[in-house]
């Protein structure tokens, strides 16, 4: 069974910095795209940035040069690194990959922005 499982949500100051990291059960070679979505508290599901089998990134605008994304093909593994957080990043995070079978969702991580 295919599990993405995110880790290194938390709490941080405002102006800090945290990555979050998606394992992925099996190989990430059978994800063609992988990427990151969030959602802040009553608020609507939102794309953050994706990242192709090829390395390739986009990001949503309001992420503003502020975010990367990576991915560790030997740790199966892919990275949100997120700088200059303010409060409005306050959301769970999702990592989400795409496999010729699907979409497939981790379970989310609580990133709390405190100002």
């Known amino acids: 069974q295919v599990r993405l499982v995110e880790s290194g949500g938390g709490l941080v100051q405002a102006g800090g910095s945290l990555r979050l990291s998606c394992a992925v059960s099996?190989?990430?070679?059978?994800?063609?795209?992988m990427g990151w979505y969030c959602q802040p508290p009553g608020k609507q599901l939102d794309l953050v940035a994706v990242?192709?089998?090829?390395?390739?990134?986009n990001y949503a605008d309001s992420v503003n040069g502020r975010f990367t994304t990576s991915r560790d093909n030997a740790k199966n593994t892919v990275y949100l690194q997120r700088n200059s957080l303010n409060a409005e990043d306050t959301a769970v995070y999702y990592c989400?990959?795409?496999?010729?079978?699907?979409?497939?969702w981790g379970q989310g991580t609580q990133v709390t922005v405190s100002s």
């Open positions: 990242i192709t089998g090829g390395g390739i990134t």
């Open positions: 099996g190989s990430i070679f059978s994800f063609y795209r």
């Open positions: 989400v990959g795409d496999r010729n079978t699907g979409r497939y």
